[in-house]
């Protein structure tokens, strides 16, 4: 039984009154035994209840903005903000809401976007259906081909959408204008015609001729014309109020990334915490956009990623207002540690203060909440680096740092007083023979923990080497034409090996990683073979390819 994502069903009184219920599979929710179709014939109304992160992330950055400006609400935002518009505009559509496909981004790049509408309209068009519009929609838009009506009436009712018909409404409006529809019978003749019921469709066609005819005097040869448009449009038609609404959210995404860039990131990444792919793709926007990311600290990281103060001039658009321009990496998004362990390492630090050294974190906090694994990741992400001292060098003392921690604790328990709290500096203090960490090693731990580099890049040392090779940057293929050839040069992040569908040959589809952006590369099987032992993680590779843009987005 397939059960709608997002359906509830409402009555007056109880479901059990009018439909037989069950549970689902999993035996969580009570469900509908009726399909759709017999809860709206027994007149029961069923809404759809999409939750969406987005919301989320909004929420998470109003909350962040208003602690320097407590007043601020999106109910107050200018609806025809022009630096808003522009990101759209630029294709600078990471955090947009339903605007970070590829796909989507080039057509926002070509929608010339200058009003809310705009956006509507867009999120209408990028859909299966409707996207083989978009062309003569464009044109349309640019003024680069004229816009022509079937009948003048027509275009009172398209003119915003400049000719053509892209929402359910607009087939409604018609039908009722032209033939004299109601609009409930207008909504029945746009259900008919998306269903493509060839009975009814005939039966309406005949309605709708005589209607044209009766009403506006339209001849029949020009009413089948019309009706013939709108069974076209009708299969495509989206709701307007739908695509409204996700437009509304999606400019409220880019006014908030325009105005508020620091506190809108971090709330985009405080949402990913679990998700290390994607704080990787969103800190490389925060990098392009000059945002600075703060490697984990325990004396300083909140829970989720929270913005710092500006150190420099204050922002043109700070209104006066504190400024920010670096987020601080959040505890909860290391991996490894646990969410409800780092709310634990920040109540103790609240109550109690900063921490001073690894024996003194260790001895505050329960060793069931500072466990070795927890330590590990802490330490390899860089949330020991306030000591001052190598990472490695930190990381050896980790079993000293939870004995004497452990020790202590027993002390206590057992009503003893422990000397171990002046001893907490002696053994962070003591050196160690350790062997130092690689910068390969450093920085791999860090990729694997946080989802990216904080103290350097492994293209760092070959910064000289790329410049006079003169490669070109991973941004600037987006320049080149399909199928162009280029030589890049790359970390490389990501390896899948993968088989033809037919053959069952292998190849692979690597991520490269420049300084600043990323790549998805396929490596088919006649190169694969060659190269197959060379594709790891973290080695730097020189790529000779040509762009493929296919599929919208840059291959």
């Known amino acids: 039984m397939g059960v709608h994502a997002a359906g509830v069903v409402i009555a007056d009184r109880d479901l059990s009154d009018y439909i037989p219920l069950c549970h689902d599979v999993k035996g969580n929710d009570v469900i509908s035994q009726y399909p759709m179709g017999p809860l709206n014939d027994l007149g029961l109304l069923k809404m759809d209840f999409l939750g969406l992160k987005t919301l989320t992330v909004i929420e998470d950055t109003l909350t962040l903005i208003r602690k320097r400006e407590p007043d601020f609400s999106l109910k107050n935002i200018p609806l025809d903000d022009p630096p808003a518009f522009a990101l759209y505009n630029r294709g600078e559509t990471i955090g947009?809401?339903?605007?970070?496909?590829?796909?989507?981004?080039?057509?926002?790049?070509?929608?010339?976007?200058?009003?809310l509408d705009d956006i509507i309209a867009l999120i209408a068009l990028y859909r299966p259906g409707p996207m083989e519009l978009i062309p003569e929609y464009v044109r349309a838009k640019k003024g680069i081909t004229p816009i022509k009506y079937l009948h003048p009436l027509l275009e009172d009712i398209c003119a915003d959408t400049y000719g053509v018909m892209i929402y359910q409404e607009q087939v409604m409006a018609a039908a009722s204008k032209l033939a004299g529809y109601s609009l409930a019978h207008a909504d029945l003749l746009r259900r008919a015609m998306g269903k493509k019921d060839k009975e009814k469709m005939a039966k309406e066609r005949k309605n709708f001729i005589e209607g044209c005819a009766r009403t506006n005097k339209i001849l029949e040869k020009k009413a089948n014309a019309i009706f013939d448009l709108l069974e076209k449009f009708a299969g495509y038609g989206f709701n307007k109020s739908h695509s409204a609404a996700y437009g509304v959210i999606s400019y409220q995404t880019a006014y908030l990334k325009a105005h508020y860039p620091v506190e809108f990131m971090?709330?985009?990444?405080?949402?990913?915490?679990?998700?290390?792919?994607?704080?990787?793709?969103?800190?490389?926007?925060?990098?392009?956009?000059?945002?600075?990311?703060?490697?984990?600290?325990?004396?300083?990281?909140?829970?989720k990623f929270t913005p710092e103060m500006w150190e420099g001039p204050q922002r043109p658009d700070s209104h006066g207002a504190p400024t920010f321009n670096a987020i601080r990496y959040g505890l909860a998004a290391i991996k490894h540690v646990g969410e409800a362990a780092m709310e634990a390492v920040i109540r103790e630090r609240e109550q109690r203060g900063d921490f001073t050294s690894l024996e003194d974190f260790c001895a505050r906090l329960d060793s069931r909440v500072a466990n070795r694994k927890m330590l590990e990741s802490l330490i390899k992400a860089g949330a020991f680096d306030f000591l001052g001292r190598d990472r490695a060098e930190v990381y050896g003392?980790?079993?000293?740092?939870?004995?004497?921690?452990i020790a202590a604790q027993r002390d206590r328990l057992a009503g003893q007083v422990s000397l171990f709290d002046e001893a907490t500096a002696s053994t962070t203090a003591r050196k160690r023979p350790v062997t130092r960490w690689s910068e390969h090693e450093k920085l791999s731990y860090e990729k694997e923990l946080l989802g990216f580099y904080v103290s350097g890049h492994p293209l760092d040392a070959y910064v000289d080497v790329f410049a006079a090779k003169n490669y070109r940057s991973i941004a600037s293929l987006a320049d080149l034409d399909d199928r162009a050839a280029f030589k890049i040069a790359g970390?490389?992040?990501?390896?899948?090996?993968?088989?033809?569908?037919?053959?069952?040959k292998p190849f692979a589809v690597l991520w490269i990683e420049d300084l600043k952006d990323m790549l998805e590369v396929v490596v088919w099987n006649e190169v694969y073979l060659k190269v197959s032992d060379l594709l790891a993680v973290g080695?730097?590779?020189?790529?000779?390819?040509?762009?493929?843009?296919?599929?919208?987005?840059?291959r």
């Open 539 to 554: 080695r730097v590779v020189e790529i000779k390819g040509t762009v493929d843009k296919r599929e919208e987005a840059l």
């Open 397 to 405: 003392c980790i079993d000293d740092a939870m004995g004497a921690s």
């Open 96 to 115: 947009l809401f339903q605007m970070e496909s590829g796909g989507m981004t080039s057509l926002s790049k070509q929608f010339d976007v200058k009003k």
């Open 491 to 504: 970390a490389i992040v990501q390896v899948e090996k993968k088989f033809t569908r037919k053959e069952g």
């Open 266 to 303: 971090a709330g985009l990444l405080s949402n990913e915490i679990n998700n290390t792919e994607k704080i990787s793709v969103f800190v490389g926007e925060c990098k392009r956009m000059g945002i600075s990311i703060l490697a984990p600290d325990i004396n300083k990281s909140g829970l």
